[in-house]
Protein backbone atom coordinates (compact mmCIF):
# COMPACT_ATOMS: atom_id res chain seq x y z
CA UNK A 1 0.00 0.00 0.00
CA UNK A 2 2.71 2.38 0.85
CA UNK A 3 4.68 1.88 -2.85
CA UNK A 4 1.21 1.80 -4.56
CA UNK A 5 0.73 5.40 -3.05
CA UNK A 6 4.70 6.60 -3.61
CA UNK A 7 4.08 5.33 -7.03
CA UNK A 8 1.00 7.07 -7.58
CA UNK A 9 2.89 10.43 -6.13
CA UNK A 10 5.78 9.75 -8.63
CA UNK A 11 3.35 9.03 -11.21
CA UNK A 12 1.21 12.52 -10.70
CA UNK A 13 3.64 14.79 -9.53
CA UNK A 14 7.07 14.26 -9.64
CA UNK A 15 7.82 12.78 -12.86
CA UNK A 16 5.64 15.65 -14.80
CA UNK A 17 7.92 17.85 -12.84
CA UNK A 18 11.05 16.81 -13.18
CA UNK A 19 12.52 18.40 -16.15
CA UNK A 20 11.13 21.80 -15.18
CA UNK A 21 13.24 21.29 -12.23
CA UNK A 22 16.52 20.18 -13.59
CA UNK A 23 16.18 23.46 -15.76
CA UNK A 24 15.53 25.64 -13.17
CA UNK A 25 17.28 24.34 -10.94
CA UNK A 26 14.58 25.25 -8.27
CA UNK A 27 14.76 23.05 -5.06
CA UNK A 28 11.76 21.07 -5.63
CA UNK A 29 9.93 21.94 -2.25
CA UNK A 30 6.43 20.71 -3.44
CA UNK A 31 7.71 17.18 -3.72
CA UNK A 32 9.28 17.15 -0.45
CA UNK A 33 6.28 18.48 1.00
CA UNK A 34 3.69 15.95 -0.76
CA UNK A 35 6.51 13.00 -0.35
CA UNK A 36 6.46 13.88 3.93
CA UNK A 37 2.76 14.12 4.00
CA UNK A 38 2.58 10.40 2.94
CA UNK A 39 4.88 10.14 6.11
CA UNK A 40 7.90 8.89 3.94
CA UNK A 41 9.88 11.01 6.43
CA UNK A 42 8.82 9.68 9.24
CA UNK A 43 9.37 5.82 7.90
CA UNK A 44 12.95 5.83 9.49
CA UNK A 45 12.37 7.57 12.80
CA UNK A 46 11.30 5.37 16.02
CA UNK A 47 7.76 6.00 17.02
CA UNK A 48 8.99 7.32 20.51
CA UNK A 49 10.10 10.43 18.60
CA UNK A 50 6.97 10.99 16.15
CA UNK A 51 7.89 8.72 13.48
CA UNK A 52 5.91 5.73 11.95
CA UNK A 53 9.20 2.93 11.52
CA UNK A 54 9.07 0.93 8.49
CA UNK A 55 11.39 -2.25 6.59
CA UNK A 56 14.95 -0.82 5.62
CA UNK A 57 13.84 -2.80 2.73
CA UNK A 58 10.27 -0.66 2.07
CA UNK A 59 12.37 2.61 2.68
CA UNK A 60 14.87 1.43 -0.05
CA UNK A 61 12.07 0.56 -2.13
CA UNK A 62 10.78 4.27 -2.38
CA UNK A 63 14.14 5.73 -2.40
CA UNK A 64 14.28 3.90 -5.94
CA UNK A 65 10.80 4.94 -7.19
CA UNK A 66 11.14 8.63 -6.10
CA UNK A 67 14.64 8.64 -7.67
CA UNK A 68 13.23 6.98 -11.31
CA UNK A 69 11.23 10.10 -11.10
CA UNK A 70 12.98 12.91 -10.17
CA UNK A 71 16.73 11.94 -9.39
CA UNK A 72 17.09 15.14 -7.31
CA UNK A 73 13.98 14.65 -5.08
CA UNK A 74 15.55 11.00 -4.17
CA UNK A 75 18.58 12.61 -3.19
CA UNK A 76 17.20 14.95 -1.06
CA UNK A 77 14.79 12.82 0.67
CA UNK A 78 17.57 9.79 0.88
CA UNK A 79 20.12 12.01 2.23
CA UNK A 80 17.81 13.04 5.26
CA UNK A 81 18.20 9.30 6.33
CA UNK A 82 21.71 9.63 5.43
CA UNK A 83 22.24 12.21 7.77
CA UNK A 84 20.03 11.09 10.84
CA UNK A 85 20.23 7.18 10.91
CA UNK A 86 23.73 7.54 12.94
CA UNK A 87 22.09 9.78 15.87
CA UNK A 88 19.30 6.59 15.57
CA UNK A 89 21.85 4.50 15.98
CA UNK A 90 23.66 5.56 18.62
CA UNK A 91 22.25 8.71 20.00
CA UNK A 92 21.47 9.14 23.86
CA UNK A 93 17.59 9.22 24.37
CA UNK A 94 18.15 13.16 25.25
CA UNK A 95 19.58 13.60 21.85
CA UNK A 96 16.98 11.53 20.46
CA UNK A 97 13.98 13.32 21.92
CA UNK A 98 15.11 16.40 21.91
CA UNK A 99 16.21 16.37 18.01
CA UNK A 100 14.16 13.81 16.03
CA UNK A 101 10.99 15.23 16.25
CA UNK A 102 12.13 18.20 14.08
CA UNK A 103 12.33 15.39 11.36
CA UNK A 104 9.09 13.40 12.42
CA UNK A 105 7.78 17.04 11.53
CA UNK A 106 9.41 17.32 8.33
CA UNK A 107 12.62 18.95 8.82
CA UNK A 108 15.62 17.45 6.26
CA UNK A 109 18.72 16.35 7.41
CA UNK A 110 22.48 16.37 5.69
CA UNK A 111 25.78 14.46 6.37
CA UNK A 112 28.72 16.83 6.24
CA UNK A 113 32.12 15.06 5.70
CA UNK A 114 33.91 16.76 2.82
CA UNK A 115 36.05 19.72 2.96
CA UNK A 116 37.96 21.10 0.02
CA UNK A 117 41.51 19.37 0.94
CA UNK A 118 39.51 16.25 2.17
CA UNK A 119 37.65 14.55 -0.13
CA UNK A 120 38.15 10.74 -0.60
CA UNK A 121 40.56 10.65 2.08
CA UNK A 122 38.20 12.18 5.07
CA UNK A 123 40.81 11.86 7.54
CA UNK A 124 42.33 14.79 6.24
CA UNK A 125 39.65 16.73 7.19
CA UNK A 126 40.80 19.85 9.14
CA UNK A 127 36.98 20.97 10.66
CA UNK A 128 37.91 21.57 14.25
CA UNK A 129 36.10 21.01 17.76
CA UNK A 130 36.95 22.54 20.29
CA UNK A 131 35.56 22.19 24.00
CA UNK A 132 35.04 24.99 25.79
CA UNK A 133 33.00 23.78 29.21
CA UNK A 134 29.28 22.77 28.31
CA UNK A 135 30.33 23.90 24.84
CA UNK A 136 32.58 22.98 21.77
CA UNK A 137 33.66 25.55 19.18
CA UNK A 138 32.82 24.70 15.38
CA UNK A 139 35.50 25.91 13.49
CA UNK A 140 36.02 25.07 9.49
CA UNK A 141 34.24 24.54 6.55
CA UNK A 142 32.27 21.64 4.82
CA UNK A 143 32.16 21.20 0.30
CA UNK A 144 29.78 20.06 -2.03
CA UNK A 145 26.82 18.97 1.41
CA UNK A 146 23.55 17.51 -0.15
CA UNK A 147 20.97 19.64 1.75
CA UNK A 148 23.46 21.88 3.18
CA UNK A 149 21.53 25.10 3.03
CA UNK A 150 17.99 23.86 3.83
CA UNK A 151 18.57 21.18 6.66
CA UNK A 152 17.43 21.55 9.72
CA UNK A 153 20.05 19.15 11.12
CA UNK A 154 23.50 18.13 9.64
CA UNK A 155 25.54 15.11 10.93
CA UNK A 156 28.91 16.94 11.33
CA UNK A 157 31.99 15.80 11.21
CA UNK A 158 35.36 17.55 12.54
CA UNK A 159 38.51 17.02 14.78
CA UNK A 160 38.76 17.08 18.37
CA UNK A 161 41.24 19.65 18.91
CA UNK A 162 42.39 17.56 22.66
CA UNK A 163 43.48 14.46 20.64
CA UNK A 164 46.57 15.15 18.12
CA UNK A 165 46.20 11.51 16.41
CA UNK A 166 44.72 12.56 13.15
CA UNK A 167 42.26 9.25 12.42
CA UNK A 168 41.92 8.98 16.78
CA UNK A 169 40.49 12.58 16.57
CA UNK A 170 37.59 12.09 14.46
CA UNK A 171 34.36 13.22 16.08
CA UNK A 172 31.13 13.56 15.02
CA UNK A 173 28.51 16.06 16.64
CA UNK A 174 24.48 17.25 14.97
CA UNK A 175 24.89 20.90 14.10
CA UNK A 176 21.38 22.51 14.42
CA UNK A 177 21.23 25.46 11.33
CA UNK A 178 20.24 28.28 13.22
CA UNK A 179 23.68 28.34 15.49
CA UNK A 180 25.15 31.64 15.24
CA UNK A 181 28.34 31.99 13.33
CA UNK A 182 27.28 29.07 10.23
CA UNK A 183 27.00 30.62 6.96
CA UNK A 184 26.27 28.71 3.38
CA UNK A 185 29.12 30.22 1.10
CA UNK A 186 27.87 29.10 -2.28
CA UNK A 187 25.94 26.13 -4.05
CA UNK A 188 27.35 24.63 -7.01
CA UNK A 189 26.49 24.80 -10.62
CA UNK A 190 26.35 21.03 -11.63
CA UNK A 191 25.85 19.15 -14.72
CA UNK A 192 22.61 17.24 -13.18
CA UNK A 193 20.69 16.74 -9.88
CA UNK A 194 20.23 20.62 -10.82
CA UNK A 195 17.00 20.81 -8.32
CA UNK A 196 19.32 19.22 -5.13
CA UNK A 197 21.17 21.78 -3.83
CA UNK A 198 25.10 21.29 -3.07
CA UNK A 199 26.76 23.57 -0.46
CA UNK A 200 29.60 25.14 0.63
CA UNK A 201 29.47 25.56 4.39
CA UNK A 202 31.24 27.79 6.83
CA UNK A 203 31.49 27.10 10.40
CA UNK A 204 33.05 30.38 11.95
CA UNK A 205 33.09 30.25 15.79
CA UNK A 206 29.64 28.34 15.96
CA UNK A 207 29.04 27.51 19.25
CA UNK A 208 27.44 23.90 19.95
CA UNK A 209 26.38 22.50 22.80
CA UNK A 210 28.46 19.48 24.02
CA UNK A 211 24.80 17.55 24.54
CA UNK A 212 24.90 17.83 20.92
CA UNK A 213 28.18 15.37 20.65
CA UNK A 214 27.48 11.86 19.48
CA UNK A 215 29.22 9.15 21.23
CA UNK A 216 32.45 10.32 22.97
CA UNK A 217 35.42 12.69 21.45
CA UNK A 218 37.27 10.85 18.92
CA UNK A 219 34.61 8.16 18.61
CA UNK A 220 34.12 9.55 14.95
CA UNK A 221 35.51 7.10 12.16
CA UNK A 222 33.93 4.71 13.56
CA UNK A 223 30.91 5.79 13.45
CA UNK A 224 31.46 7.28 10.41
CA UNK A 225 31.80 3.58 8.74
CA UNK A 226 29.40 2.29 10.51
CA UNK A 227 26.86 4.47 9.04
CA UNK A 228 28.92 4.41 5.30
CA UNK A 229 27.32 1.12 5.42
CA UNK A 230 24.12 1.52 5.87
CA UNK A 231 23.77 4.69 3.74
CA UNK A 232 25.98 3.37 0.46
CA UNK A 233 22.75 0.89 0.02
CA UNK A 234 20.22 3.62 0.03
CA UNK A 235 23.15 5.56 -2.87
CA UNK A 236 22.70 2.22 -4.50
CA UNK A 237 18.92 2.52 -4.07
CA UNK A 238 19.43 6.06 -5.59
CA UNK A 239 20.79 4.67 -8.77
CA UNK A 240 18.79 2.00 -9.76
CA UNK A 241 16.40 4.04 -9.88
CA UNK A 242 17.81 6.08 -12.35
CA UNK A 243 18.79 2.74 -14.14
CA UNK A 244 15.11 1.49 -14.36
CA UNK A 245 14.03 4.64 -15.51
CA UNK A 246 16.85 4.82 -18.43
CA UNK A 247 16.31 1.11 -18.83
CA UNK A 248 12.55 1.80 -19.78
CA UNK A 249 12.84 4.77 -21.68
CA UNK A 250 15.04 2.53 -23.90
CA UNK A 251 12.97 -0.32 -24.47
CA UNK A 252 10.04 1.91 -25.15
CA UNK A 253 11.73 3.92 -27.81
CA UNK A 254 13.87 0.87 -29.28
CA UNK A 255 9.98 -0.65 -29.82
CA UNK A 256 8.83 2.93 -31.87
CA UNK A 257 11.74 3.79 -33.97
CA UNK A 258 11.66 2.15 -37.54
CA UNK A 259 14.71 1.98 -39.28
CA UNK A 260 16.24 0.37 -42.42
CA UNK A 261 12.19 -1.20 -42.41
CA UNK A 262 12.64 -2.44 -38.48
CA UNK A 263 12.29 -1.89 -35.18
CA UNK A 264 15.83 -0.74 -33.60
CA UNK A 265 15.04 -3.19 -30.90
CA UNK A 266 14.81 -6.31 -34.01
CA UNK A 267 18.70 -5.86 -34.38
CA UNK A 268 20.28 -8.53 -33.35
CA UNK A 269 23.28 -6.28 -31.80
CA UNK A 270 21.09 -4.27 -29.97
CA UNK A 271 19.51 -7.02 -28.57
CA UNK A 272 22.41 -8.63 -27.01
CA UNK A 273 23.38 -5.52 -25.59
CA UNK A 274 19.52 -5.11 -24.04
CA UNK A 275 20.19 -8.76 -23.10
CA UNK A 276 23.07 -8.07 -20.66
CA UNK A 277 21.74 -4.78 -19.11
CA UNK A 278 18.59 -6.19 -18.39
CA UNK A 279 20.53 -9.30 -16.66
CA UNK A 280 23.02 -6.99 -14.61
CA UNK A 281 20.14 -4.71 -13.41
CA UNK A 282 18.49 -8.11 -12.14
CA UNK A 283 21.62 -8.97 -10.73
CA UNK A 284 22.01 -5.91 -8.46
CA UNK A 285 18.86 -5.50 -7.70
CA UNK A 286 18.75 -8.90 -5.98
CA UNK A 287 22.47 -7.77 -4.48
CA UNK A 288 21.13 -4.83 -2.89
CA UNK A 289 17.72 -6.77 -1.73
CA UNK A 290 20.53 -9.22 -0.22
CA UNK A 291 22.79 -6.27 1.30
CA UNK A 292 19.27 -4.78 3.27
CA UNK A 293 18.49 -7.85 4.54
CA UNK A 294 21.53 -7.89 6.21
CA UNK A 295 20.84 -4.39 7.35
CA UNK A 296 17.49 -5.76 8.65
CA UNK A 297 19.28 -8.60 10.43
CA UNK A 298 21.47 -6.28 13.10
CA UNK A 299 24.20 -7.14 11.28
CA UNK A 300 27.21 -4.70 11.52
CA UNK A 301 29.63 -6.71 9.54
CA UNK A 302 28.70 -5.66 5.66
CA UNK A 303 30.92 -3.11 4.79
CA UNK A 304 32.43 -5.17 1.62
CA UNK A 305 28.88 -6.22 0.12
CA UNK A 306 27.93 -2.27 1.06
CA UNK A 307 30.46 -1.24 -1.37
CA UNK A 308 30.03 -3.65 -3.64
CA UNK A 309 26.09 -2.36 -3.88
CA UNK A 310 27.05 0.77 -4.17
CA UNK A 311 29.76 0.50 -7.02
CA UNK A 312 28.12 -2.02 -8.95
CA UNK A 313 24.80 0.23 -8.80
CA UNK A 314 26.51 3.51 -9.72
CA UNK A 315 28.36 1.64 -12.67
CA UNK A 316 25.29 0.13 -14.06
CA UNK A 317 23.16 3.36 -13.85
CA UNK A 318 25.69 5.08 -15.66
CA UNK A 319 26.12 2.31 -18.09
CA UNK A 320 22.43 1.95 -18.84
CA UNK A 321 21.81 5.83 -18.96
CA UNK A 322 24.45 6.25 -21.99
CA UNK A 323 23.05 3.10 -23.62
CA UNK A 324 19.97 4.98 -23.51
CA UNK A 325 20.76 8.27 -25.21
CA UNK A 326 22.70 6.12 -27.44
CA UNK A 327 19.48 4.22 -28.86
CA UNK A 328 17.72 7.38 -28.87
CA UNK A 329 20.44 8.00 -31.46
CA UNK A 330 20.53 11.99 -31.92
CA UNK A 331 17.22 12.89 -30.33
CA UNK A 332 18.71 11.26 -26.93
CA UNK A 333 21.42 14.30 -27.15
CA UNK A 334 18.75 16.72 -26.81
CA UNK A 335 16.58 17.91 -24.04
CA UNK A 336 12.99 16.67 -25.55
CA UNK A 337 14.05 13.00 -24.22
CA UNK A 338 14.36 12.24 -20.49
CA UNK A 339 17.39 9.94 -21.08
CA UNK A 340 19.52 13.10 -21.82
CA UNK A 341 18.69 14.24 -18.32
CA UNK A 342 19.25 10.82 -16.69
CA UNK A 343 22.80 10.51 -18.04
CA UNK A 344 23.55 13.28 -16.32
CA UNK A 345 22.22 12.74 -13.36
CA UNK A 346 23.98 8.76 -13.08
CA UNK A 347 27.19 10.23 -13.32
CA UNK A 348 27.51 11.50 -9.81
CA UNK A 349 26.36 7.95 -8.19
CA UNK A 350 29.98 7.14 -9.59
CA UNK A 351 31.48 9.40 -7.66
CA UNK A 352 29.46 10.29 -4.15
CA UNK A 353 29.61 8.57 -1.36
CA UNK A 354 33.13 7.20 -2.12
CA UNK A 355 34.44 6.84 -5.81
CA UNK A 356 34.09 4.02 -7.51
CA UNK A 357 37.97 4.03 -7.74
CA UNK A 358 37.92 3.70 -3.69
CA UNK A 359 35.03 1.47 -3.43
CA UNK A 360 37.46 -1.11 -5.78
CA UNK A 361 40.54 -0.77 -3.54
CA UNK A 362 38.16 -1.33 -0.92
CA UNK A 363 36.86 -4.42 -2.10
CA UNK A 364 40.10 -5.52 -3.66
CA UNK A 365 42.54 -5.13 -0.76
CA UNK A 366 40.24 -7.02 1.37
CA UNK A 367 41.40 -9.54 -0.64
CA UNK A 368 44.86 -9.37 -0.06
CA UNK A 369 46.68 -11.45 2.82
CA UNK A 370 47.21 -9.89 5.97
C1 LIG B 1 26.70 16.69 -6.10
C2 LIG B 1 27.56 16.25 -4.96
C3 LIG B 1 26.97 15.94 -3.74
C4 LIG B 1 27.77 15.53 -2.65
N1 LIG B 1 27.19 15.33 -1.42
C5 LIG B 1 28.00 15.17 -0.33
C6 LIG B 1 27.43 15.17 0.98
O1 LIG B 1 26.22 15.29 1.18
N2 LIG B 1 28.28 15.06 2.03
C7 LIG B 1 29.64 14.95 1.88
O2 LIG B 1 30.34 14.87 2.87
N3 LIG B 1 30.20 14.93 0.64
C8 LIG B 1 29.40 15.04 -0.46
N4 LIG B 1 29.96 15.05 -1.72
C9 LIG B 1 31.40 14.89 -1.87
C10 LIG B 1 31.79 13.56 -2.52
O3 LIG B 1 31.56 12.50 -1.64
C11 LIG B 1 33.26 13.71 -2.95
O4 LIG B 1 33.26 14.57 -4.07
C12 LIG B 1 33.90 12.39 -3.26
O5 LIG B 1 34.08 11.63 -2.09
C13 LIG B 1 35.27 12.55 -3.94
O6 LIG B 1 36.07 13.50 -3.28
P1 LIG B 1 36.77 14.65 -4.15
O7 LIG B 1 35.70 15.31 -4.94
O8 LIG B 1 37.55 15.49 -3.23
O9 LIG B 1 37.70 13.89 -5.15
P2 LIG B 1 39.21 13.36 -4.86
O10 LIG B 1 39.22 12.58 -3.59
O11 LIG B 1 40.15 14.48 -5.00
O12 LIG B 1 39.40 12.38 -6.07
C14 LIG B 1 39.80 12.79 -7.37
C15 LIG B 1 40.01 11.55 -8.21
O13 LIG B 1 41.09 10.78 -7.63
C16 LIG B 1 40.65 9.45 -7.41
N5 LIG B 1 41.23 8.91 -6.20
C17 LIG B 1 41.31 9.47 -4.97
N6 LIG B 1 41.84 8.63 -4.08
C18 LIG B 1 42.11 7.48 -4.76
C19 LIG B 1 42.66 6.22 -4.41
N7 LIG B 1 43.02 5.94 -3.16
N8 LIG B 1 42.79 5.28 -5.38
C20 LIG B 1 42.43 5.54 -6.66
N9 LIG B 1 41.89 6.72 -7.06
C21 LIG B 1 41.73 7.66 -6.11
C22 LIG B 1 39.13 9.56 -7.24
O14 LIG B 1 38.49 8.31 -7.51
C23 LIG B 1 38.80 10.63 -8.25
O15 LIG B 1 38.66 10.04 -9.52
C24 LIG B 1 29.16 15.41 -2.83
C25 LIG B 1 29.75 15.69 -4.07
C26 LIG B 1 28.98 16.13 -5.12
C27 LIG B 1 29.63 16.51 -6.41
Redo the contacts with the bound molecule.
Keep these: MVLDQVQRLADELIAPNAARYDESGEFPWDNIRALNELGCNTMFVPEAYGGAPMAYRLYLEVVKIVSAACASTGIIYA ?1 TFHGLKPLIDVGTEEQKARLLPRIAEGGLG ?5 EPNA ?3 ATGMTTSFTPDGDDIIVQGG ?1 T ?3 NGDVADLILLFGKWSEISDSRKSISVLVFEKDTPGFEVLRL ?1 D ?1 MG ?1 RAAS ?1 AALAFNACRVPRANLLGEPGGGLKLLLASLNKSRPSVAAHALGIAQAAFGDMIAYMNDRVQSGKRIVDFQGNQFMVADLATDLAMAECWLDYVASLVESGGQDFGLEASMAKMRASDLAMRIATEAVQMHGGYGYCKDYRVERLMRDAK ?1 TQ ?5 N ?2 HR ?1 LIGRSFARK
Design positions: TALAITGSDKFISEKHTIIWEGTQVQ
